[in-house]
C-alpha cells in the first residue's frame, strides 16, 4: 500500500522560509514523478513543483521559480520542498503526490490527473 505523509507546515511570516517534507512508502518509486500541488481555500488545487525519482529533472510553476526548491532523498525515500521568501498567496494546503513518468516529459506532471497517489496534505499559512 503506497503511503505519502507530509510534514513541515506551519505559521511563517512573510520572506520566511519553511521546507515541506514527504515521506513516500510502499512501492519503487524510480520510474515515478514526486509533485506538490496546493490548495487555498476557495480554490482548485494547483501545482506548484515535480520532480523524476531517479532523473533527477524538476518543473515549477511560474510562481514559485526562483524561490521553492524541490529535491529528493532515495536513501530516506523522501521528496522535499524547500520554499524562502514566503508570501502572504502561499498560504494552502500542501500535497504530495506520486505518478508514473518518464522524465524527458516530467512537464506533463503539472497535470493533477497524471498522479496516482495523494498525500493528506499539510498546512502552510504566511502571515503579513
Known amino acids: 500500500q503506497v503511503q505519502l505523509v507530509e510534514s513541515g507546515g506551519g505559521l511563517v511570516q512573510a520572506g520566511g522560509s519553511l521546507r515541506l517534507s514527504c515521506a513516500a512508502s510502499g512501492r519503487t518509486f524510480s520510474n515515478y514523478a514526486m509533485g506538490w500541488f496546493r490548495q487555498a481555500p476557495g480554490k482548485e488545487r494547483e501545482f506548484v513543483a515535480t520532480?523524476?525519482?531517479?532523473?533527477?529533472?524538476?518543473y515549477y510553476t511560474d510562481s514559485v521559480k526562483g524561490r521553492f526548491t524541490i529535491s529528493r532523498d532515495s536513501a530516506k525515500n523522501t521528496v522535499y520542498l524547500q520554499m524562502n521568501s514566503l508570501k502572504p498567496e502561499d498560504t494552502a494546503v500542501y500535497y504530495c503526490?506520486?505518478?508514473?513518468?518518464?522524465?524527458?516529459?516530467?512537464?506533463?506532471?503539472?497535470?493533477?490527473?497524471?498522479?496516482?497517489?495523494w498525500g493528506q496534505g499539510i498546512q502552510v499559512t504566511v502571515s503579513s
Open positions: 520532480i523524476h525519482w531517479s532523473g533527477g529533472s524538476t
Open positions: 503526490a506520486a505518478g508514473p513518468s518518464a522524465d524527458s516529459v516530467l512537464w506533463t506532471m503539472a497535470f493533477r490527473q497524471m498522479y496516482d497517489y
